[in-house]
């Protein structure tokens, strides 16, 4: 047998494999995706374990943790928060992490489960905590700042999660950040502050507890 001959063979054996791993990634690829929506721990794990990566995204730049979050997948969403090579932290081209989508939620457990694994409580910009704020989900503000949240984090325009609460949660929520040192008098890059997010909406009992609180600190000097 001539080299020439030898040389073919060989590469239409490594045409052979290639095209055969491409199949199979594309395979994968899709499998994974739908497992996610299926909420199919199982299946994720196989995956994985054959070595499938974790960090790919979806054809919408979306990575499959924030996806089995925002689902809900939960039993999904453990199984990649479990996953030593699973990026906790991966921003998505909105510049959204998977704790501020547990947080939206309300996903408790997944939150803490992710910040076990180093999930980044205090980003730059958005936080995980104006996320749960905007929703009222007290459990989990709770527990963002039981780890050290910061409390009067500001977005990229000066909102705070007390603002969100005001305007888009509740008024227990925007209660319970008072009480936990929230402050009340700051304001956005509008010179808005949390009882005009409040009054933008006709949120009548977040904004009786708001000026209450204002009232109290000026009583006591607090400026």
Do not use: C
């Not at 990566?53 to 979050?69: E, H, I, S, V």
């Amino acid at each position: 047998m001539n080299m020439n001959l030898i040389n073919w063979f060989k590469n239409i054996l490594y045409l052979f494999v290639l095209s055969g791993f491409i199949s199979v990634h594309a395979g994968s690829y899709e499998d994974f995706f739908a497992a996610i929506k299926q909420d199919d721990a199982s299946a994720i794990q196989g995956l994985l374990a054959r070595g499938f990566d974790a960090n790919t995204l979806d054809p919408k730049g979306q990575y499959g943790l924030y996806l089995a979050l925002r689902e809900p997948s939960l039993k999904a969403a453990r199984a990649l928060v479990e996953w030593p090579k699973t990026d906790v932290n991966a921003l998505n081209a909105q510049n959204e992490s998977p704790l501020m989508m547990a947080a939206l939620k309300g996903h408790l457990e997944a939150a803490a489960a992710l910040i076990k694994r180093d999930a980044d409580v205090n980003k730059t910009g958005w936080t995980p905590l104006h996320y749960a704020a905007s929703n009222g989900h007290i459990a989990v503000m709770a527990l963002l700042l039981e780890n050290h949240a910061y409390i009067d984090a500001e977005s990229p325009n000066g909102t705070t999660p007390l603002m969100m609460a005001a305007q888009y949660g509740t008024a227990p929520a925007v209660k319970f950040l008072l009480e936990a040192g929230a402050d009340p008098l700051l304001k956005n890059q509008q010179s808005l502050t949390a009882v005009d997010f409040a009054r933008r909406t006709s949120r009548t009992e977040s904004v009786e507890i708001l000026t209450a609180a204002i009232r109290g600190r000026q009583a006591t000097g607090k400026w």
